[in-house]
């Protein structure tokens, strides 16, 4: 582990110095080389799909895991995306002269080695890599091990470009040991990792977040509200509600907990009743709820489940505070949705619900860094502190000072 950690040490300070040029030919050169590898990468996805039916992984999980020909050109498409975009690196984000004629520059810089933990879904071996080197980074990939043989795949695509460019290929590695001992041993290594980036259950973000002697930023549940005011338009709020819960379920922008004015309950309820249950999502809810459609009654638990599923819990409030209250409650701080046609509940919901992302009339599907325009991200994370929400090659960055003199001393 240590040797493997020094190469990537070694190994910043290459891929730093590149110029934006430099990186976003190579980019451009992956790019084409997931595409030409797409045969040969869906055919190691196959092992790891087998695995997962031999596993009985969930429908979700399932769906996470596929690769096929579509999403191999959408991963391709997602690199070439990235390779568009500003170069974040060098940028002067502040620029002042002092007093006793210092010129002072705040300037970004990479962050250094960084290293991403990731389950199920392969395609982000190929985003957080392509993210970490347009951003001037090391990333070490831990993906999980139900994705083993389409991660080890994508990543060796990339790795071939980078010994075709003469660029060490632990510019973009794989950690060696990918057991539960290994992600342990790689968040305490403090002299040689710079960031940790958690994505996934709770499990995995709680053992990171207790265990790392890295500072961590977490990638944490997604599990997001929608609250119907009793001032929304009906057919758009239908709409927005089928999307949020039924277009894919399984991702952590999807809606879990819907709550609803008790003033437009009893004549939205029974049309979203109709479309949900056409779309095959199950119901749980409220007493409230329950006087109004038939669903399973809904526990405490439910409310603080993120079931990534074609599951939906629905709660009647008699307010936007008391939406509001009972967002504060149960949110896991990553997308929250109002659906209204006034202004002033619109803003008070924006100004106070704490999530990293809040929409009006529109779903929270769209937390997502290729939606946002940021080509891919990393994940969304639910930290405060440095990056919040779909976290870009922007936010893959630090920054230092640079001062100039002209022989002054203090």
């Known amino acids: 582990m240590e040797q493997f950690l020094q190469s990537a040490k070694k190994a910043k300070s290459i891929v730093a110095t590149l110029s934006g040029e430099r ?8 790019s084409e080389a997931i595409l030409e590898s797409a045969l040969f990468i869906i055919r ?10 031999i596993n009985n992984l969930t429908s979700a999980l399932m769906d996470r895991l596929l690769l096929n020909p579509s999403r191999i050109e959408d991963m391709a498409k997602a690199i070439q995306e990235i390779a568009s975009l500003k170069d974040p690196i060098g940028r002067i984000l502040d620029g002042w002269v002092t ?3 210092l010129s002072i520059e705040k300037v970004a810089v990479p962050i250094g080695v960084i290293g991403i933990i990731y389950e199920s879904r392969p395609n982000v071996t190929s985003d957080t890599a392509a993210l970490c080197f347009k951003s001037g980074n090391v990333c070490i990939l831990k993906g999980g091990k139900e994705a083993e043989h389409s991660n080890k795949a994508i990543a060796q695509v990339l790795q071939q470009v980078l010994i075709k460019n003469n660029l060490p290929e632990s510019i973009i590695s794989l950690l060696p040991d990918s057991s539960r001992e290994g992600v342990a041993n790689l968040i305490t290594q403090d002299a040689y990792v710079d960031l940790i980036v958690p994505r996934g259950g709770e499990a995995l973000i709680q053992f990171v977040s207790r265990n790392s002697s890295v500072p961590v ?14 001032y929304a338009n009906e057919e758009k709020a239908i709409k927005i509600v089928i999307n949020a819960k039924c277009q894919r379920p399984g991702v952590c922008n999807s809606l879990e907990t819907l709550l609803v004015h008790k003033d437009l309950a009893p004549f939205i309820l029974p049309k979203l009743y109709k479309e949900l249950k ?10 409230k709820t329950m006087e109004i459609i038939s669903t399973k009654e ?6 603080k489940t993120e079931y990534l599923a074609n599951i939906l819990t629905i709660k009647i409030v008699a307010s936007t505070e008391e939406a509001i209250e009972h967002i504060e409650t149960y949110s896991s701080g990553h997308s929250e949705a109002i659906l209204s046609e006034s202004y002033t509940e619109i803003q008070k919901f924006l100004n106070t619900v704490d999530s990293a992302c809040v929409y009006a009339n529109a779903s929270t599907r769209f937390t997502d860094g290729g939606a946002f325009g940021f080509g891919a991200e990393v994940g969304i994370s639910t930290n405060k502190l440095h990056a919040r929400g779909p976290m870009g090659i922007n936010e893959l ?13 203090r």
């Open 278 to 287: 056409a779309n095959g999502t199950e119901l749980f809810g409220c007493p």
């Open 23 to 30: 990186r976003n030919d190579i980019l451009h050169q992956m």
């Open 298 to 303: 809904a526990t405490e638990e439910d409310y």
């Open 397 to 409: 960055t630090t920054y230092k000072f640079k001062i100039l003199g002209n022989g002054q001393v």
């Open 99 to 101: 007093e006793n004629e």
């Open 44 to 53: 190691e996805n196959m092992k790891d799909i087998e695995y997962g039916r």
């Open 217 to 230: 930023i977490k990638h944490d549940k997604g599990l997001c509200h929608t609250y119907i005011d009793k």
